[in-house]
Nanobody, 121 residues
Framework: QVQLVESGGGLVQPGESLRLSCAASGSIFSINAMGWYRQAPGKERELVATITSRGRTNYADSVKGRFTISRDNAKNTVYLQMNSLKPGDTAIYYC???????????????WGQGTQVTVSS
């Protein structure tokens, strides 16, 4: 039906950068807000950044000034540019989107399967 697929994760050293992508596919009528969340071992999933359909953004304090969320509505894709990465950024990063399927009048929260980001020297 509707899928979110993340890509771009990997292993980097502190101070380096990664760019995550998340593409929505399927029978989609519209996508409202999109966002990125992350979960480190032994910790709860936490919000990293969100972006509305109009481009308004929100960031966790821990990533402000380092991460940038953006989206391409024509491609149903959200991005997370991660600069100046720190070991504390190590986590599985999950894409989230509020998606209205073509068959529904409602939006549903959808999640990707996650992509691993490891920051280590």
């Amino acid at each position: 039906q509707v899928q979110l697929v993340e890509s771009g994760g990997g292993l980097v050293q502190p101070g380096e950068s990664l760019r995550l992508s998340c593409a929505a596919s399927g029978s989609i009528f519209s996508i409202n807000a999109m966002g990125w969340y992350r979960q480190a071992p032994g910790k709860e999933r936490e919000l990293v950044a969100t972006i509305t359909s109009r481009g308004r953004t929100n960031y966790a304090d821990s990533v402000k000034g380092r991460f940038t969320i953006s989206r391409d509505n024509a491609k149903n894709t959200v991005y997370l540019q991660m600069n100046s990465l720190k070991p504390g950024d190590t986590a599985i990063y999950y894409c989230n989107a509020d998606i209205r399927p073509t068959s529904s009048n409602y939006y549903y929260g959808e999640w990707g399967q996650g992509t691993q980001v490891t920051v280590s020297s």
